[in-house]
């Protein structure tokens, strides 16, 4: 059975900081491109970050670039997205998702897996 669960997420003033985290079983992780995405009430799912297999082919949106860093640990079955700076306008729920290729997709149908996501709410 695969999960994927998010953990790291909460709440946090306007210009702090989180990492997120996501933790992976009932896959081979190391063979997996990975990505992050969001949702904020009314809106569509986003692509915020994906990675390859092998911890390359990092690819951002460009509504992110600057602030989200992601980066995975294979030895750990773990994926990271590092936040800084952040906005009130980052308040979503936070989702990571196991791609169906080894490369990174950037929409939420190159996906294979989802995690259930974790909620992250930026105040004033």
């Known amino acids: 059975q695969v999960q994927l669960v998010e953990s790291g997420g909460g709440l946090v003033q306007a210009g702090g900081s989180l990492r997120l985290s996501c933790a992976a079983s009932g896959i081979t992780f190391s063979s997996y491109a990975m990505g992050w995405f969001r949702q904020a009430p009314g809106k569509e799912r986003e692509f915020l970050a994906g990675?390859?297999?092998?911890?390359?082919?990092?690819r951002y949106a460009d509504s992110v670039k600057g602030r989200f860093t992601i980066s995975r640990d294979n030895a750990k079955n773990t994926l990271y997205l590092q936040i800084n700076s952040l906005k009130l306008e980052d308040t979503a729920v936070y989702f990571c998702?196991?791609?169906?290729?080894?490369?990174?997709?950037?929409?939420?149908?190159?996906?294979?897996?989802w995690g259930q996501g974790t909620q992250v709410t930026v105040s004033s």
């Open positions: 990675i390859n297999w092998m911890g390359g082919g990092i």
């Open positions: 998702a196991a791609g169906r290729r080894l490369g990174v997709e950037v929409v939420a149908g190159g996906y294979a897996y």
